[in-house]
């Protein structure tokens, strides 16, 4: 059992984010849902507590019921060591649509490839193709 276990609390979109990034990673899967229920604090059928898994690392979400003055930040983020090509180039494809880049895509001293961006949900990641 892993630890420590890095926690997104989303605002209404966890389910939403968890099915695009377990589709993004082999060995990836949503372990666990538990949902609101009718007359419960959050809205029904959201997402109460959640466990997924990306290439075998778990993670836990929620939708808050809570509405706060803060979200995501770049500053805390996914850092992801790509296995190939086709996947840095694909996994950027969908996390940086509709998100915003911060670093675009490129060769860099350590790597074959890395890019930074800032999914649509507004979760960091760094993305590397290490030097082989």
């Keep these: 059992m892993q630890k420590i276990t890095t926690f997104l609390m989303f605002d209404g979109q966890a389910e ?11 060995q990836s899967e949503v372990v666990n849902i538990l949902r609101y ?7 029904e059928g959201s997402v109460m507590h959640a466990v997924f898994s990306l290439k075998g690392q778990e993670f836990m979400c929620i939708d808050s019921n ?3 003055d803060f ?13 190939t090509d086709e996947e840095i180039e694909r996994v950027y494809g969908a996390l ?3 998100g915003q880049i911060l670093m675009p895509l490129s060769p860099l001293p350590m790597s074959e490839k890395f890019a930074w961006v800032s999914d ?4 960091s990641w760094q993305l590397n193709l290490p030097k082989k």
């Design 66 to 68: 809570v509405k706060h």
């Design 37 to 43: 229920g009718p007359g419960e604090p959050g809205t």
């Design 16 to 26: 939403e984010a968890m099915n695009l990034y377990t589709s993004l990673f082999d």
């Design 96 to 98: 940086s649509d509709n």
């Design 120 to 123: 649509k949900y507004g979760v």
């Design 71 to 83: 979200t995501f930040t770049p500053a805390m983020s996914l850092y992801v060591n790509c296995d």
